[in-house]
């Protein structure tokens, strides 16, 4: 009896700091949405930002922007990062080289994002700029990879970690290879996490501001390729609220994103879900 006594305790704690950060995320969510789904339409969407991004205009060219800058850095990091897992989890053993690669993700993943924006300027919009461009959709989106890379990489080896054993011994008992034994077993049951770390990683690419600022330039027109300049929807609405103090339009940017991102995170949990129940046969 006193030792259900001295559970209740730290069991309520968690029940409270569980429920906080529910109320906090849905407080500042319900904020967001109210102000700026009522200027939410079709014709906000697909309209292009006025010039010096006045009021009343829409964000069409940020949407566009935000999707091109994103789909380089997924692009880029998703590969490196599940051949990285691979690699750690598949081909070595607990090393020097094992440990430093994984200290080198961890360091590179508390690096501010700021110091790595002032490298992709230095590095791709002026070092590399005969073949980005210079502040363009490239450098944006080279400089966001290396922000989602440390986060993708360590939960998908943490995924390629959970896949049991004795699925790869099996494979390789009736004759697989390992890498045949990885690819068509490893992998797939893996899948789900993999896609996991991959969103995250996504989702800080499409909320960063402070790196794209130094590498995409912030020109508000159309794209027309992975050279031109950009301003995805984050640095969009920054400049709105410091320069113009717009913050009608920057409601409707921030609404835009909030469900864009659970849209997607929603989309891709259901088509996870429904491929392992696949994969179960259920």
């Not at 200027?39 to 829409?58: D, E, K």
């Not at 794209?223 to 410091?242: E, F, G, K, Q, V």
């Amino acid at each position: 009896m006193a030792a259900k006594r001295s559970e209740m305790v730290p069991m309520g704690l968690l029940w409270g700091a569980g429920i906080a950060t529910l109320v906090i995320l849905i407080v500042i969510l319900a904020y967001i949405l109210s102000k700026g789904l009522p200027l939410i339409s079709w014709h906000f969407l697909t309209t292009n930002p006025g010039v010096r991004g006045q009021a009343g205009t829409g964000i069409y060219s940020t949407i566009l922007a935000t999707v091109a800058v994103t789909g380089v850095a997924l692009l880029v990091a998703a590969p490196l990062s599940v051949g990285g897992a691979i690699y750690l989890n598949e081909y070595t053993r607990e090393n020097l080289l094992r440990k430093v690669i994984r200290q080198a993700a961890e360091i590179l993943a508390g690096i501010p994002s700021i110091i790595i924006g002032l490298f992709g300027f230095l590095f791709f919009v002026i070092y590399l700029l005969p073949y980005t461009g210079g502040w363009s959709v490239l450098s944006g989106g080279l400089t966001l990879a290396f922000m989602v890379l440390p986060i993708s990489l360590r939960i998908s080896e943490e995924a390629l970690k959970a896949v049991p054993g004795e699925l790869r011994e099996g494979s390789l008992g009736l004759g697989a290879t390992k890498w045949q034994s990885i690819t068509t077993v490893v992998l797939p049951t893996a899948l789900p996490g993999i896609v996991t770390g991959l969103i995250l990683g996504m989702g800080r690419a499409i909320g960063e501001t402070a790196a794209i600022l130094l590498t995409a330039g912030g020109a508000l027109g159309v794209i027309h390729s992975l050279r031109d300049p950009a301003c995805p929807m984050t640095l969009y609405l920054y400049n709105i609220l410091t320069e113009y103090n717009d913050t009608t339009t920057a409601y409707g940017t921030a609404a835009v994103l909030i469900i864009a991102i659970l849209a997607i995170t929603f989309v891709t949990d259901w088509l996870m879900n429904s491929y392992t129940k696949k994969l179960k046969g259920l």
